[in-house]
């Protein structure tokens, strides 16, 4: 009789994807095994029947102690997060759920989309509202980048950094349009480990009004000036001939003679 290690090990060798994390057992189908492969391990907590459900306003969860949830807020994106110096870098596992924050800088899994990510998300979604023990890691992974990416900006900022890369035919506003299409008629679980983390990138961006004010000044400064190398050039010489007119004048008071009533000539 074979282990349920190596059932999942054949299961997962067809649906190309690496084994399950060590420890796991049989699944309830083929499709909980592949969602156990992109989770970490000790994210297979259960939600004590909470999972995430369909149309179910689930706003009135307890929020995180220390940390205030204004229902008004809506999420800032990926890019509006970075101008204010929240700065995005992979995670170390490709785990949907390995998302953290730390001091700033916002960890995230690497994601390669293609044209079958939305049926193997879309599924994994519905295996997760059907089955309400198994959790919502998934869903809440899916809800937590559609907060982020709200334009093709977004989309290409987590490109740079190497956090989320496709080949999707349409470009970078397919991937906005799939997020928002995969999480329609979709309600949050306030109780979810990405839920607090997003909570936890809101409060470290109105915790310091004037770190926001300086990175987003910075922010306009690049992309106004330093996008074009002409105008990097162009600013680089008005400040050299500022500089210099300055030195110019100052030069001018040391030297004046009042005797004279003209410069020194040295």
């Known amino acids: 009789m074979q282990s ?35 989770l970490k391990g000790t994210s ?18 307890p929020m995180e102690v220390g940390i205030f949830r204004s ?10 997060l970075s101008e204010a110096g929240i700065r995005f870098l992979p995670s170390k596992t490709g785990c949907l759920d390995d998302i953290q924050l730390d001091n700033g800088r ?3 899994p690497k994601v390669h989309m293609d044209d079958s ?19 919502n890691d998934v869903t809440a992974y899916v809800l937590f980048v559609k907060d982020l990416i709200s334009s093709a900006d977004d989309v290409r900022l987590l490109g740079r950094k190497g956090i989320l890369e496709h080949d999707l035919a349409d470009d970078d506003d ?5 997020f928002n299409s995969l999480t329609r008629d979709v309600s949050k679980n306030w109780e979810s480990h990405l839920c607090r983390v997003r909570d936890a990138v809101e409060h ?24 074009n190398p002409w105008s990097l050039l162009a600013l680089a010489t008005a400040i050299l001939l500022v500089v210099g007119d300055i030195v110019q004048a100052v030069y001018a008071v040391i030297s004046y003679d009042p005797n004279e009533g003209k410069p020194k000539i040295h």
């Open 4 to 38: 349920a290690a190596s059932i999942n090990s054949m299961v997962l060798k067809f649906l190309e994807r690496e084994d399950a994390p060590e420890g796991t057992g049989l699944g309830l189908h083929p499709l909980d095994i592949y969602r156990t492969s992109r």
């Open 204 to 227: 470290h961006y109105t915790s310091n009004h004037l770190r926001v004010i300086l990175y987003e000044s910075w922010s306009h400064l690049k992309s106004k000036y330093f996008r």
């Open 117 to 135: 990510t939305a049926y193997r998300i879309h599924n994994m979604m519905a295996f997760e509202a059907m089955h309400i023990r198994t959790g």
């Open 174 to 178: 397919a991937v906005v349009r799939l």
């Open 106 to 108: 916002l960890y995230m």
């Open 71 to 80: 229902q008004k807020v809506v999420p800032r994106s990926a890019w509006k």
């Open 44 to 61: 297979q907590v259960k939600n004590n029947g909470k999972g995430l459900q369909r149309g179910v306003n689930m706003t009135s969860a």
